[in-house]
């Protein structure tokens, strides 16, 4: 067995003495002494813990000098020197090994930090030369020995990774790795020896390997604020996706077809490019400036150096494809081949991601937005995602085709949904030559059989679409035309066998028709008016329906607003430069009277009392319900809706924090006690208690405009002319006192205050 102590003691002696002479022997003998020490070291197995033992030694301020004398005339050590240092290193690397104890020592004493200034050095020494061909098998050897000591040194420790994060060892990593190893370079490797193109690029596979995970350790750590990489590291994680482009290399020309090293080279080029994808992608969600370069680099290439980074991207996403070494070569069976192709699929995924990451920054819609073409609006990136969307619908129809590319679909569509949120580009996509609203409204993309991905993609970009319809009557008038309202109502979307689906589906459906029913009176009727020849129900019906069922507050909140476009536009009054035609006229009638439900009322009823947060909440609820009770069938129906008792399971959401108080009365609604420095948060029993609450503005979650208690007036002043006496006295009896105190403080108002103190003296007029 080896005496590592004594090993020890002629290490720390030689340290001692290289540091006064430089004597080649003595170099030898450290390179000797220390190849011994390295090697009893690599098991932790027999009798003695020798690590432990080591650890109460001077070893680490031994390792510290010996690495400091021998590149103290030079940053990359030669001859002698030179494989002293690899044995010295493998000390290092062994000594701490699932160690903390020993890996603090090793920091403490700064040897980390030389071992990496080595890193450095040959980084440095690489770019000079802008060769990867300049290393010598010995100088590989050394790297990788290099690399692994690092590795060692910070696997599940954090503090020697933020230290290495400091001194940014991983950009050293990633840059030195990057171009010690690229995928499908080995493809086109200079003529030697068998054995030695083999060693070499054998030692490449491994430098790649062990760097890319010490590249992956020092991200993973407890600081999320670390960012390690910057927009000058881009261009190193692009090489890894060209080798996955066609056109390939023929398997015939590699070289060592079938042996053991062309196994591990094919499967490195793997393993570099799913690092690659799956960086670029983390980049492009965590680092604004990411985004920003990358969309500029599609259009400057200068801007990465001459790498057209997002083009290749897009390149990878589009085209890439499995080389043939996959499954020409015998490298996997049919169980790693089927892995490696889901992992290939994954690397897809995450480039999508990215493509839609910087469309979806918004300092990126101008620049990927270029009209400077007249004959391709929008520019090369937003035709190419048009392209995209088109030959997926092309694909879809194609019946030799076996499945179209949903991937293409998604980032298309929501990159094209994140660049249409200005009313321009959003027409621009909708008129010739790109005319999408009739792809887009298709049962291609809107059916029950849709892949929830695609479905989800096509309906974010249809409801920014749609958002824009208010600005643009083309968009209106488009969108109306493709008939995406009656699809969406036949699509079986908002039906309860769809409630397994993400909510935001469903969300993004409700989006679209709340903006379209804005804007146009005939997307109202195509909404309301259900269609005799088909067995489905209106879609104001399913959503109010999906609204009741759900316990999404979202999907409440926003199903209800659908309500409050809908009756905005049909109480509306028709432009005066617009005849109104018989149908036209009919249409409103029949989907008012539709409209003109229990149902209806309550759900107003309910968005009122349950957004007490939200005064724009508030006031569209209020303002519908005033509209209803202006029809002279809506006043009892908003009474009733009004002093409908809210239970519990309606009233509790992440909104507000309701309980009931069954000694509270209706002018006196309960409150909870504050738990934290939130303002009080009411407790209305029913929807009667929110327009106490509005109107009183103390001690609220928060305050509400003048305007909206102005409403508030307009409401109850509504509900007198249209309600028999009788029925409107419970409404008094809530409201008059908190009306008289109001009207008394604001006797010498003036401005808004005046405004709401006239409007609360008509109410109390009209109750005289």
Sequence with gaps: MTDVSTLERTIHDLSSKTAQQDDEHLWRQV??????????????????????????????????????????????????????????????????????ENRSHLLEAGVIQIVLLLLEAYNEKILRYDSQTQLTLFELRLIRT???????????????????????????????????????????????????VEEEWSLRSTISSWGWRLVSELRNVKDEAVQMFSVDDLPLLIPPLMAFIPPFESPANYFFVGSPTFTTLVKSDSDVLEDACTLIESLSLDVEDIRITLARGYFFPSEHSGVPCLSTILDFVELGDYPPTWTDSGVFDDSERERKEKSFGMCKAALVKAVVEVAGE?????????????????????????????????????????????????????????????????????????????????????????????????????????????????????LGDSGVVRQLRESGIWDERSDRMADVVQLNAIGVVKHLCSVDVEHTFALTIPTFSSSASSGLEQILALVKRTDSIPV?????????????????????NQPLSQERQRNREIATQLVLTQDSADALA???????????????????????S???????????????????????????????????????????PPTSARPKLHVPRHALDMLVFVLRNVDNPA???????VNV????????????????????????????????????????????????????????
């Design 630 to 672: 202006m029809h002279s069938d809506g006043g009892q129906l908003v009474l009733k809706a009004l002093s409908k008792p809210m239970t519990p399971e309606v009233v509790q959401s992440p909104m507000e924090s309701f309980a009931t108080s069954p000694t509270s009365d209706v002018s006196s609604p309960a409150i909870i």
């Design 362 to 478: 918004e300092k990126n819609s101008e620049v990927l937005w270029d009209d400077s073409n007249s004959g391709q609006p929008g520019g090369r990136f937003i035709s190419r995602m048009v392209g995209w969307i088109k030959s997926y619908v092309a694909q879809a129809s194609d019946k030799t085709v076996h499945r179209p590319r949903d991937d293409l679909i998604i980032a298309a569509s929501l990159s094209l949904g994140n660049l249409s949120r200005r009313s321009s580009s959003a027409t621009a996509l909708l008129v010739s030559p790109y005319s999408l609203a009739p792809v887009l409204a298709s049962p291609l993309f809107l059916s029950p059989d849709t892949d929830l991905k695609v479905k989800h993609a096509v309906l974010g970009f249809l409801k920014n679409l749609a958002q824009s319809a208010s600005l643009s009557p083309v968009i209106s008038k488009a």
């Design 31 to 100: 390179q000797a002494t220390s190849e011994a020490l390295a090697n009893a070291l690599r098991s932790r197995e027999g009798p003695v813990d020798n690590h432990t033992l080591l650890g109460q030694t001077a070893l680490p301020q031994s390792i510290k000098l010996l690495l400091t004398t021998a590149l103290r005339d030079t940053p990359i050590p030669t001859d002698v020197k030179a494989t002293a240092v690899l044995e010295i290193i493998r000390v290092a690397a062994n000594f701490c090994i699932d160690d903390n």
């Design 146 to 196: 290099t690399l692994g000591a690092l590795l060692n040194a910070s696997l599940d420790y954090d503090e020697v990774k933020n230290r290495l994060n400091s001194l940014e060892a991983g950009q050293t990593t990633l840059r030195l790795v990057a171009q010690i190893y690229t995928p499908g370079s080995w493809t086109r490797i200079a003529k030697g020896s068998p054995q030695t």
């Design 703 to 709: 305050n509400y405009p003048q305007e909206v208690r």
């Design 606 to 628: 309910t968005l009122l009392a349950c957004s007490g947060r939200y005064p724009v909440l508030i006031n569209e609820s209020i303002l519908a319900l005033t509209l209803l």
């Design 713 to 768: 007036c307009s409401l109850l002043l509504q509900l007198t002319k249209h309600t028999p006496e009788d029925d409107i006295t419970r409404i008094k009896e809530a409201m008059r006192s908190t009306l008289e105190k109001l009207m008394n403080r604001l006797q010498l108002a003036t401005g808004k205050d005046e405004m709401l103190r006239n409007s609360i003296q008509k109410v109390l007029s009209a109750w005289a």
């Design 556 to 576: 409440k909140s926003e199903g209800t607003r659908v309500l409050v476009n809908v009756i905005r536009s049909l109480w509306a009054v028709e432009p005066s």
